[in-house]
């Protein structure tokens, strides 16, 4: 690894060993970083994708929230990646001012994103309560277990600032991940375009399609005390799901990836975001068959491990926080206007999940009416910043932050505030992506509020 040095001569004296110690121990602690994980595994028999696939029945591998915290700035910056498929609206926010607190800083300087593996729990505090006055009681999520998952995440955080360790210098590299990511738009022989690769693609002739747009590089952040690693952050565009849906809760091959990064290197934390993959899936190098979890997990174990050895180091100096306001369209199609969704919620008639997705968009709805715009927050550490966007937003969204800062890396992750659902680009919505998901609460004209927010955010 390749490290930024200033030299200057400096004419010896007796003392000289002593001021040398004195100097590195003030750098030394300068800056530091607090390191945290927590389990949240839910109870055998929750929800899982909010009820859209089978409940919990089994245990594959448990689930985590991992995170740290970046002391010495102007405010402590929390940037953590939790095991779940997305967290919305007043269970994100509250999930932010909880870790804000154990941090001691505001919620605007928490960066907390779920991976979105799909057997595992969707949170939506308002959503749930719509579903309880319809008769349908930890339909989404339950209530008691989110509460205690926040609680037990807060308090692995109060826990480890007591453990901080000092920080000198953060870390960039990157590295092509191979035959893994595609975009989930496949164009036919006869030139008709649909999106129909997923996950685990069955289709020969829909996996030999081309692979799309993806952004196909890894990129790594890392803290270190000199020449002493502390904790890594791994970013990759790419849904994270190998097979899900019977029942078997798991964090599937991110997870496993980086409990391999871990085994590796054992005392450095280790942390996981998926970037903007609301469009890109496996499905081109995956047809679903079990075995091929642990095929996508060392594709990108071997990607983490050369961003890693390519990474260039430098000095921490005045990282700052920026944040711009979005505020998205809402969706007015045939069945997501205020009057269908209520209408789909009371009909007991309806199948449940329908009646759950009803629920969750009534509640962005609400969120919409109240004012309350998406936070978008980037870090700025110099010569690396990282962005964090809301909910399934297309990769495109990706491309374009890296496009507004050509001369820095950009970390670009997805699945913040995840009310939206999909948030896809002006050309997939041209193309009716919008019109054809009921996960998707968004109508035309996001990507002109996305493009302004990344701009402000990352300060172009």
């Known amino acids: 690894m390749r490290s930024c040095r200033v030299v200057q001569i400096i004419r010896w004296t007796p003392l000289f060993p002593l001021l040398i110690a004195f100097f590195a121990g003030v750098a030394g602690a300068e800056f530091s970083v607090a390191t945290f994980s927590a389990e949240v595994t839910p109870p055998m028999g929750h ?7 089978a409940p919990a029945q089994r245990l594959i591998d448990p689930l985590w929230c991992h995170g740290l915290v970046l002391l010495g700035g102007e405010k402590p910056v929390v940037l953590a990646a939790i095991d779940w498929c997305e967290i919305r609206n007043d269970a994100y926010d509250q999930w932010r001012d909880a870790l804000a607190e154990a941090a001691g800083t505001v919620r605007t300087h928490v960066f907390f994103a779920c991976v979105h593996q799909h057997d595992t729990p969707v949170a939506d505090l308002t959503a749930q309560r719509l579903l309880d006055e319809a008769g349908l009681p930890n339909a ?21 600032l007591d453990h901080a360790q000092p920080v000198t210098h953060y870390g960039v590299g990157e590295a092509e991940v191979q035959e893994l990511a595609s975009n989930r738009r496949v164009e036919r022989a006869d030139g008709a375009v649909g999106y129909p690769r997923m996950s685990a693609t069955p289709d020969p002739e829909v996996r030999a399609a081309p692979a799309g747009e993806i952004d196909p590089k890894l990129k790594a952040l890392s803290f270190w005390n000199v020449d002493t690693p502390v904790a890594a952050i791994y970013v990759y565009a790419v849904h994270p799901m190998s097979f899900y849906g019977k029942g078997g809760v798991s964090a599937d091959f991110p997870g496993l990836a980086r409990q391999l990064r871990l085994a590796a290197a054992p005392n450095v934390h280790q942390i996981y975001f998926s970037g903007c993959s609301g469009d890109v899936v496996a499905g081109k190098w995956n047809d679903g068959a079990p075995e091929n979890r642990l095929v996508l997990a060392k594709k990108i174990f071997d990607a983490m491990m050369l961003a890693w050895e390519r990474s260039e180091k430098y000095p921490i100096e005045a990282p700052s926080v920026r944040v711009a306001h979005l505020v998205l369209p809402v969706k007015e199609t045939k069945d997501f206007t205020e009057a269908e969704m209520k209408a789909i919620l009371a ?18 709805r609400k969120r919409v ?41 950009v970390l670009v992750a997805g699945y913040g505030e995840c009310a939206p659902g999909y948030i896809p680009t002006a050309a997939a919505t041209a193309e009716h992506f919008n019109d054809d998901q009921d996960w998707c609460w968004v109508g035309p004209g996001a990507e ?13």
């Open 140 to 160: 989404l999520c339950d209530v008691p277990f989110h509460e205690a998952a926040v609680k037990r995440v807060a308090a692995a955080v109060r826990v480890a």
């Open 369 to 409: 009416a109240s004012g309350q715009p998406i936070d978008v927050p980037a870090l700025d550490l110099g010569a690396a910043k990282f962005l964090l966007m809301p909910a399934e937003s297309f990769v495109g969204y990706q491309l374009m932050a890296q496009q507004l800062l050509p001369e820095k890396m």
């Open 47 to 53: 929800a899982c994708m909010a009820g859209g696939i």
């Open 448 to 460: 002109e509020a996305m493009r302004t927010a990344m701009t402000e955010a990352l300060g172009r």
């Open 347 to 364: 009909d007991p008639r309806q199948k449940t999940f329908q009646r759950i997705l009803a629920a969750m968009g009534l509640s962005w």
